[in-house]
Structures are given as C-alpha cells and as structure tokens.
C-alpha cells in the first residue's frame, strides 16, 4: 500500500500551485477561444435560421430539408405549418412543419414587387 506518510515534507505542502494567476490563463484563454469558435456562431445560425422562418410569405420558393423545392401556397404561423405545391400543372399540395424549411431559394413576392415600381 502507498504511504503518504512517507513523502517528504516539501512535496506534500507545495506552496504557489493554482494561487498564481499565470497558471490560470491557458485554461481561461481555452475557455474564451471555445466560445468565439463554437458556440457564438452556432448561436448566430439559429438565430439567422428562425429569422428565415420568420419571413417566410406566400409564392416563395422554398427548399425542404428533404430536398423538395416547392412555392408556398400558404403559412400557418401559429400551427407552424406552411403548405407548399409542388407542381404548377397538377395543383400538387403538401403540408409540412416550419422546421421543415431548410432555405428561401427566391422571394418571388419581392421581385414582383420590384418588377411593379
């Protein structure tokens, strides 16, 4: 069995250890540089991603996260819900959650706009 009783003196009461401020600093600049490299821009992303949700309107081309491109007919933002056509000729429609929404492709309702002045 080890015995601590054993040990010098001087190795069991070192004196200084985590008392000075230099042996703090790399694990204080680790901790600041992992937050501006991983979790502040992870915040701005959801951040721009709810925006998006947010601005979401009718006739915008939209992709899903299952890779259907389609316009939106219609949003629903209090059951969170879009409905989307997928074929202009056929009339096809679906419903699917907001989340569901990976990217704006066009904001058709803009460019009419624009096209209109």
């Known amino acids: 069995m080890f015995d ?7 190795i069991l009461a070192q004196e200084g250890g985590f008392a000075n401020p230099l042996t703090w ?3 204080v600049a680790i901790l600041v540089l992992g937050y501006f490299m991983l979790i502040r821009p992870e915040q701005k992303k959801a951040s721009d991603a709810q925006k998006m949700l947010e601005g979401i309107k009718k ?10 491109i389609a316009t939106v007919v219609s949003v629903k933002k209090d059951q969170q819900e879009v409905v989307l056509r997928l074929d202009d000729k056929s009339g096809t429609e679906m419903r699917v959650r907001m989340r569901a929404i990976a990217t704006v492709l066009s904001r058709e309702g ?8």
């Open 4 to 10: 601590l009783t054993a040990m010098p003196v001087h």
């Open 59 to 68: 006739n915008d081309r939209v992709e899903t996260i299952g890779g259907i």
């Open 25 to 27: 600093l790399p694990i």
């Open 110 to 117: 803009k460019a009419s706009d624009n096209a209109e002045s």
